[in-house]
Structure formats: structure tokens, C-alpha cells
């Protein structure tokens, strides 16, 4: 037991100062230096060890704390009436009903409790006197914080005198200052814009300074005195993510700042009250009664409160808004559980550190820190080099995330992230993973930054710009490059291409960039991992250097770090190890697709990593990417050579992947001019030539002027389509396609059954998930019946189709008056073309 307490303090004393460190930095200067779900655990942890081990516990544990003390030397300091605590926090569904059941017991019969939002933004504590804003301070320690009342008062929704005049002669308002996100993403834009500014004109200051450095040059020789340089102007600095905008915002000087005034303010809550009459005192008695007379007061209050009375209500709101993040114009990170009756409340108290009638119910983070390992780039299907975050896997809103896009060379450097950094990583539902920025306050000096590779890492073309002013950087082997041609297969297999399921990311792999991760390979096996291929008779080769052996060849130092990463591993010892060469790919492009047959495929070998309980091990294996490995019989004394049982045949996969593109030859005209990979050219722009022409050669015969008159088209997709076929190897595509069997052209429509064309003229918009159709699916039956699918809503729109979990879609269609409908309603516009009234 003693042992257990020693490991218990030696732990608690390391979380201690970090979290003290954590709160100091966010309360009292808004930089924070880890993300809410960092801070959360290790509060947590800090608060478990004290609860099983008590003499860990003392009031001046940073488990007790409510924030910080306010800053010496900062804003001045102003004393809360009454204290302002934080909430007690639970993560799971389980501790949220352990606390239910643990007040259950004193509560009387009928109680209710009010559910709420929990808005991520800055505790601000307003005091009114007989109806006037007297002073505005945030939450600080919980018993002291900053005056910010000019900050306030900034703040349009904050009212300096309330409405009516049924005041008290004191009251406490305690309420949450947020950055709407709307104004958060436009204020960052002004940044950036304004950033875009700055960088010009320093460039230009940049040039003048040279020309003065070369005119002082001579000033000096003739014994002048030299010209003054320019300054340079330093860039701003962008917001991380609201939160942190409305911390610092509140705080800073400039009260006419467009930030200041983007602020907003929702009341959740009464602090000290003073001189209110009988009838005030009976209105203020609960939530609901004080949210009505805050509401009459002008004050705002949150129109998503709702009253609940069970434990399973509880959970319907959290079900509610758990998978609705984006829902509201600000960010919100959990649900905050409030026994309604204030008189009740009173009754319950507070334990040393928070009230045991509220419970702060958090949500799995969308924001967490991990450590950025390195910033690689990738080559898309057009040849866009891109930077990404290589970073320590780390669990955001219901997946793994080690990799994240950065976009191309500018974000970076906006971001201001560089290789090393401790950042913030964000994930919201389905949304790709983004990196927001460094974590500046860990730097240690050992960070790095990214630099922009000159060639291409998949095929050596050089990387450049392919016009003047294009802020892409490209690789110009458009041809032949296989990072490019593996993305443009995977697209001529996609839902808007040719449909052909089973020519995904593996496959194109395997056809184009098959030795894709032979680096990786050697890198492992230089590192001391494990290598394994398959042997003559089927048997596992296991390939693997000791350390002794890899220091003698100069592959690692005295430490094992890897000397040369270029060249891991000298080629004649990878020969004497039986290490495969490099593979030649199937595919130079992906003119040969349809020639392709099982057979040509048979000795195509790709590299995997070893996985074990889902997680990589460092190890890789070589493997037969489309045929089956064959099984042998082993040798035995009666038989001394090992025998064939079974011989390496077309996976089941491979001969699907050549079944449906067989398919393929024949479908719809406009899924093999997305098929083509011309840029700008996509499903909408595809159908709308294939409507109006019927044919490839017809749209190539009309020119550019008839092309680009087609709705949908216009002359820069006219261009782009046609201008394609000045290159030799595109037209060896459609050449070599049409001479494999496919026709690019569509069958007359007379001998086919016509579809009801019940949507013409209308544009509708689909969201959320049907049982009936798939995303893509619903949107091709509204354009089967003659419709316009589109992914926006506007006033143009005729009317959104509203499946589960709906979202901002649904909420934007109700604002603009544009009618919904279920998914039965929808059903019932496609046989009928009518509305419903």
C-alpha cells in the first residue's frame, strides 16, 4: 500500500505544476498551452489520485483552483460578490448517471433540472446596480478577476442599462463571452487578407532596402552619410480557434477593434442578488424563472435550454446535440445538467471545489495536441504537390489521426507551424483532420522549418509553378509521374467516373506506384525491424540487420539513429540479403488500362506493414498485390522436395476489378469524359456535354464557341476539354480505349424506357442520410427526373430533401423559407412532380 501511495505522489507531483503552468497561462494571459482535452485528462487524473489517496489533497491543490490569479501588472483587479465556481466534469454516460444517483436521494419529489449547452468561450461576470452595468469582470480565481468593463460595454449584446424596470438594487449576471463562428472565420479572413497586404509591401521594402544598401555603399566611399533603410511590418497574427479568440479579444486594449466588436455574450446564470422585492425574489426562485427575467431584461439567453425530469430526457439531449457540433453560431463542447429549483440548489450546497447540483457533461474532443514528426508532401491526379502533417497517432472525435493536409507552402507558413512544434489538431464529425497551429509556449528551440522540395519524391520531375501566378506548385511529369497516375486510375473508378468498385486506392497502387513504400521498407529494416518476403517454396524469408552489423556497414551511428536517409542501405548488401529490386510498374499511363488481363497482373508485388491488434509494428512484408499465394506440401523423407497442392491463381478481387471494367466499356458517355481526367471537367459539366453532343467526336468537332454556350460549361471548362487533345499521350488514351472496346458514344434513346422527367426545373438540395438512398444515389434520381442536384441552399432552391442528422442544411432552408422534405415526400415529388402544399 505504501508503495502504491509513493508511485500515487511521484505522479501527482509531476501533473501538478503542469496543470498549475496550464492554468496560470490560460487564465491570466489567454495563450493556453495545451488544448481543452489535454488539460481535462490531467485534471482528471489529478482528481482521482486525490480521491483514492486523501493526503494528496490540500486546499491549495490546482484541483481546487477555479482559474488564475489575476496577473500582477495587468488589468485591474475587481472582487466577485459571490464566488464563481467551475462545474464538476464527466466523460461518460456512466459518470453523468453515477451523479444523477448520488442527488437523487435529496431531491424532492417532481424536481426538474434544466439542460444546456455548454458554450466554449470566456466566464464573464456582469454586475448591474439598480438596473446599470457597474463593472464586467472575467471569472480569474473564481473569487478576483480582471476588470474588463470597457471591453464589455463594447460588446453590442451586453446591455449597459437593462430593459423594464423591475431591478434589484444588486445582481450578479454570470454569463459566457464567445466569438460567433461566422465572425471568427471572417475575422481571420480580414487577416489574412491583410497579411497578403503586408507580405507585398514588405517585399517591396525589402527591394528598396537593397537598392539603399548599394547606394550607401557609395555614400560611404565618398564619405557621406548613409540613407535610412525601411522597416519591415510585421504579419498578424490569426485567431487559433474561438475560444482563444474571445479570450484574448476581451482582454486586449483597443475597444473599437472589428474582433471587440464581434464578441457576443449568453447569460447561463445569477450570482449575487441584493435588494430584489417579494415578486422578483419568487421570479428568480429557478433556471427557468431567472432565464425569463434575463430575457425581459434584454440580456441574451440561450434558446436551446430545455426542462427535463429524468435521466433518459438527459440523454435524449445529449443525443440531440452530440452529433450536431456545427449546429449553432457558436462552439459548444458539451451539455451542462442544472437542478432547476434555486432554493433546492441552496439546499445541496458545494463540495470544497464545485456545486453539487450542476454536472458539466463533456463531449469527445474535436481539438487535441500531438507532436508534428515531420511535414512530407504528396502528388495529386493533376500533379498538385501538397505538404502534409506527419504527426504521433492521437484519438479526435471517433478516430485515430496521425496525417492531416497543410494545403501547399503559404498555409504552412501561416500557420506558423514547423517541424517539431507541439499543435493543435481539429477533427469535427466526418471533416478532414486540420491542423490549427503550434502550441508556441513548448517550442525548445529544436523545431525546424518545412521546406518546399524542388522535384517530385514519386518520379524526380521537377516541381514548379505551371504558369505565371498560379499559386499550385506542380510536378510537370504529367505522363508518367506514379503518384499521378495511381490517383487518376483511382478516378476513373470512383462513383462520378466509370463505378468500378473494386479499382480503388489498392488497386491503383498496385498498377501504377507499386513499390510506393519501399523506402518505408528500407527504413524499417535499417532501424532494426523486420523484413519479410515469401521464399521459393511459399516459406516466410524473414530479412532483419543487428546493430552491430548496420554500424559496420555505416548505416546508423553508435546511437542507431539512421546516418543517411537517402541512401539507407548500400545496394550490394541489399542484394547478398535477397532484398527485391525495384518494380517496374504495369501502367506508364493509364492509356493500357484496358488492355490489362489477369495474366499481365501476376507478378505485381506491393509493400505492407505488419499490423498486430490493428496497430503497425514497424515491420513489412512483400506480398503478391493480385494473385493468390500458392500453397506447397512440405518435404518429407518419402518425398524430398517440396510439392505444388495448390498454385497462385487471380485473386477474387483482380477478376471483379477485370469483370467491371468490361462493364465499364459500355456505360453512360459522360462517365468516360470524367474517365479522361481533363481538369475543371466533373460529373455536372460531363452529363451536360454528353446531353447536348451524344458523342466524343461531336463535342470535338463544335469548337470552342459551340462548346462553351452549353449550360454548365462555359468557356473555361470548353477550353480546358478541348485544348486536352492537343497532347499526343491524351489522345493515345482514347485511341488505345476505343480500340480495347470502348464506345464513346451514347446508344440512341428511342428502344429505352424514358425516365418521367417529374423534376424539370427544379433545383433541389439532399442532406443528411436516408434509408432508401445513398448520398450519391438520391442526387442521381434527381437528376434521372429531369432535375438540378446541387450541395447548397439558396433562394434558388426549389426545396431540400431532409434525412437523419440533417444539420446546417436543413437549419439555412428553414431560414430562407425554402420548403423541406422526407424522404417520403420526396418519393412522392418523383412520381408526381407536385409539392406539397
Request: contains cysteine; negative net charge.
Amino acid at each position: 500500500m505504501e508503495k502504491n501511495f509513493d508511485i500515487a505522489k511521484a505522479r501527482w507531483e509531476e501533473l501538478a505544476p503542469i496543470v498549475k503552468h496550464a492554468q496560470d497561462a490560460y487564465h491570466s494571459t489567454g495563450e493556453p498551452v495545451m488544448v481543452d482535452a489535454t488539460y481535462d485528462s490531467l485534471i482528471h487524473e489529478m482528481r482521482a489520485l486525490e480521491d483514492q489517496f486523501p493526503a494528496l489533497w490540500s486546499p491549495q491543490s490546482p484541483t481546487m483552483r477555479v482559474g488564475a490569479k489575476v496577473a500582477r501588472g495587468g488589468l485591474p483587479e475587481i472582487a466577485h460578490r459571490e464566488r464563481m465556481y467551475s462545474l464538476q466534469d464527466v466523460f461518460s454516460r456512466e459518470e453523468l448517471r453515477q451523479w444523477y444517483e448520488s442527488i437523487a436521494a435529496e431531491l424532492p419529489a417532481g424536481s426538474r433540472f434544466t439542460a444546456e449547452v455548454k458554450i466554449d468561450g470566456l466566464a464573464l461576470n456582469l454586475t448591474y446596480r439598480r438596473g446599470m452595468l457597474e463593472t464586467a469582470a472575467t471569472r480569474g480565481d473564481g473569487i478576483t478577476g480582471e476588470d474588463v468593463t470597457p471591453n464589455a460595454l463594447a460588446i453590442s449584446v451586453i446591455p449597459q442599462r437593462l430593459e423594464g424596470d423591475d431591478h434589484p438594487e444588486l445582481v450578479e449576471i454570470r454569463g459566457e463571452v464567445y466569438f460567433p463562428v461566422v465572425a471568427f472565420e471572417e475575422y481571420n479572413s480580414l487577416v489574412e487578407a491583410r497579411n497578403e497586404e503586408i507580405t507585398r509591401r514588405n517585399e517591396e521594402i525589402r527591394a528598396h532596402n537593397v537598392q539603399i544598401r548599394k547606394e550607401n555603399a557609395a555614400r560611404r566611399r565618398e564619405g557621406l552619410e548613409p540613407l535610412p533603410t525601411l522597416r519591415t511590418e510585421p504579419l498578424l497574427k490569426e485567431f487559433v480557434n474561438p475560444r482563444n479568440a474571445a479570450s484574448g479579444t476581451l482582454r486586449q486594449e483597443d475597444t473599437t477593434s472589428f474582433a471587440l466588436r464581434s464578441l457576443s455574450f449568453i447569460a447561463h446564470g445569477i450570482g449575487y442578488l441584493e435588494g430584489a422585492d417579494k415578486a422578483l425574489t419568487a421570479k428568480l426562485a429557478t433556471q427557468e424563472g431567472v432565464y425569463e427575467e434575463f430575457a425581459s431584461w434584454g440580456v441574451p439567453v440561450s434558446d436551446q435550454t430545455a426542462m427535463v425530469s429524468s435521466m433518459e430526457e438527459i440523454e435524449a439531449y445529449l443525443d440531440k446535440f452530440q452529433n450536431a457540433r456545427d449546429s449553432l453560431d457558436h462552439q459548444f463542447d458539451g451539455v451542462v445538467i442544472k437542478l432547476e429549483d434555486r432554493t433546492v440548489q441552496e439546499a445541496l450546497g458545494f463540495t470544497t471545489r464545485v456545486p453539487r447540483w450542476a454536472v458539466a457533461f463533456k463531449f469527445p474532443p474535436v481539438e487535441v495536441q500531438t507532436r508534428l514528426l515531420d511535414i512530407r508532401v504528396q502528388v495529386g491526379r493533376t500533379g498538385r504537390v501538397t505538404p502534409y502533417a506527419v504527426m504521433e497517432p492521437v484519438w479526435v472525435d471517433g478516430s485515430t489521426v496521425s496525417q492531416a493536409t497543410l494545403h501547399n507552402p503559404t498555409e504552412v507558413a501561416r500557420k506558423g507551424v514547423k517541424i517539431g512544434d507541439m499543435v493543435i489538431l481539429r477533427k469535427a464529425g466526418d471533416i478532414i483532420p486540420e491542423v490549427l497551429g503550434p502550441i508556441e509556449a513548448l517550442r525548445d528551440g529544436s523545431e525546424r522549418d518545412f521546406v518546399m522540395p524542388t522535384h517530385c519524391p514519386a518520379c524526380g520531375g521537377e516541381i514548379r509553378a505551371s504558369k505565371e501566378g498560379d499559386a499550385d506548385l506542380r510536378c510537370q511529369n504529367t505522363r508518367s509521374c506514379p503518384a499521378q497516375l495511381t490517383q487518376r486510375i483511382v478516378h476513373i473508378g470512383s462513383r462520378g467516373g466509370l463505378d468500378v468498385e473494386a479499382l480503388g486506392d489498392e488497386t491503383g497502387l498496385w498498377l501504377a506506384d507499386p513499390d510506393r513504400f519501399r523506402m518505408d521498407a528500407l527504413i524499417a529494416l535499417a532501424t532494426g525491424h523486420k523484413v519479410t518476403l515469401e521464399g521459393e517454396y511459399g516459406q516466410a524469408v524473414n530479412l532483419k540487420l543487428s546493430l552491430a552489423k548496420r554500424q559496420e556497414l555505416g548505416i546508423v551511428d553508435e546511437d542507431g539513429a539512421i546516418l543517411n536517409t537517402e541512401s539507407v542501405i548500400p545496394a550490394p548488401v541489399l542484394e547478398s540479403l535477397g532484398f527485391p529490386k525495384p518494380a517496374v510498374p504495369v501502367l506508364e499511363t493509364e492509356a493500357g488500362l484496358f488492355d490489362l488481363t489477369p495474366a499481365s497482373v501476376e507478378n505485381v508485388w506491393i509493400w505492407q506493414p505488419v499490423k498486430k491488434s490493428g496497430e503497425e509494428t514497424g515491420d513489412w512484408r512483400y506480398v503478391r498485390a493480385a494473385w493468390t499465394k500458392p500453397t506447397w506440401l512440405k518435404a518429407t523423407v518419402a518425398r524430398p522436395e517440396p510439392e505444388l497442392k495448390k498454385p497462385s491463381e487471380p485473386s477474387r478481387t483482380t477478376l471483379k476489378v477485370f469483370d467491371q471494367l468490361e462493364v465499364a466499356k459500355g456505360k453512360e458517355l459522360w462517365r468516360k469524359l470524367v474517365a479522361l481526367n481533363i481538369r475543371h471537367v466533373g460529373p455536372v459539366a460531363a452529363k451536360a456535354l454528353a446531353a447536348t453532343f451524344g458523342s466524343l467526336q461531336a463535342i470535338r468537332d463544335a469548337g470552342l464557341e459551340e462548346v462553351s454556350s452549353v449550360d454548365g460549361v462555359g468557356e473555361v471548362i470548353a477550353t480546358s476539354f478541348l485544348s486536352w487533345f492537343e497532347e499526343e499521350w491524351h489522345q493515345e488514351i482514347v485511341d488505345r480505349w476505343q480500340a480495347s472496346g470502348v464506345k464513346f458514344e451514347d446508344a440512341p434513346l428511342s428502344g429505352q424506357s424514358q425516365v418521367p422527367q417529374t423534376l424539370a426545373g427544379m433545383t433541389l438540395v439532399a442532406t443528411g442520410s436516408f434509408e432508401g438512398y445513398s448520398r450519391d444515389s438520391i442526387n442521381e434520381a434527381i437528376e434521372a427526373h429531369g432535375g438540378k442536384a446541387t450541395g447548397s441552399v439558396s433562394k434558388k432552391t426549389t426545396a431540400v430533401v431532409v434525412g437523419e442528422k440533417a444539420g446546417s442544411k436543413e437549419t439555412k432552408a428553414i431560414e430562407l423559407g425554402v420548403p423541406t422534405l422526407t424522404e417520403e415526400q420526396f418519393n412522392r415529388l418523383l412520381e408526381t412532380g407536385e409539392l406539397p402544399a
